[in-house]
């Protein structure tokens, strides 16, 4: 059986210390906020497009694809930010739900 969606981390051979100083005292100011704050607006249109897909899966039997891709890229921008605030990734992670 395939699943849709997989997740993986690949662990760089070495994280900066720099990055690292900066993520641990600054990292809630330059990475919290903005972030923070569109993925708690994506996060309330994910809520709206699941309460839709919900039924568009109960009278049709399939999730559309649209509303599947849209959920998601917020759980992997959600994943990218979540790897960069604990350390797992030096790269500043982007502003969308893309790799």
Same mark, same amino acid.
């Given at each position: 059986m395939s699943y849709p969606v997989t997740f993986s981390v690949?662990?760089?051979? @070495?994280?900066? =210390? $720099?990055i690292l100083l900066l993520k641990t005292f600054l990292g809630w100011i330059y990475v919290g906020i903005p972030h923070g704050i569109a993925l708690w607006l994506y996060g309330i249109a994910v809520c709206v497009v699941q309460f839709i897909a919900?039924?568009?899966?109960?009278?049709?039997? @399939?999730?559309? =694809? $649209?509303?599947f891709d849209?959920?998601?890229?917020y759980f992997r921008w959600t994943n990218n930010v979540a790897a960069y605030m604990t350390f797992m990734r030096d790269e500043y992670p982007p502003f969308s739900g893309s790799v």
């Open positions: 690949d662990y760089p051979e @070495k994280l900066s =210390r $720099g919900f039924w568009a899966i109960l009278f049709t039997g @399939k999730f559309p =694809r $649209g509303m849209f959920t998601v890229g």
